[in-house]
């Protein structure tokens, strides 16, 4: 069985049994919200920790790194002081540094010389495209 027929009877799935859609008690929506900021914060922990234990490379990995990327987090970080919603700002600058570390941390696993921009590049793309959907289909 090919890939892509594995997505259709995935997505026809989901199509027929929405994920959460029976989860209306407080419990269990809370234990999501626990789980996904636990598995958030693992990511960072552990991203973290293997940045910390390539710190050199790191630090010849910082001096190699596009100057706008740091610029682009910290206008992400600036941008909660004018938000609307502070909390759910900060939520997403979270993630963001979450997904940078992580992109770091797999850069310095297996290191070559255009390895982080080889890797970073479809994350950020990625992330600007789910933002560009929620910007053009608000609910």
């Known amino acids: 069985m090919d890939t ?11 199509k027929q049994h929405p994920p959460f859609s029976s989860m209306e008690e407080p419990d269990l929506l809370e234990f999501a919200g626990l ?10 922990g552990l991203g973290g920790a293997l940045i910390a234990w390539r710190a050199t490379l790191a630090i010849a990995l910082l001096r190699r790194l596009n100057p706008f990327l740091p610029l ?26 979450t997904i940078l570390v992580v992109c770091i941390a797999f850069v310095l ?8 921009q080889d890797v970073v590049r479809p994350a950020l793309t990625l992330r600007s495209r789910s933002v560009c959907s929620a910007l053009s289909a608000p609910r």
């Open 35 to 44: 789980a996904s900021r636990a598995l958030w914060m693992g990511l960072l």
């Open 72 to 97: 682009m987090v910290a206008l992400a970080l600036a941008s909660i002081a004018w938000s609307i919603d502070p909390s759910l700002s900060t939520r997403r600058v979270y993630r963001l540094v």
């Open 4 to 14: 892509s027929a594995i997505a259709y009877r995935v997505a026809e799935f989901l």
């Open 109 to 116: 696993s297996g290191w070559h010389a255009r390895r982080c």
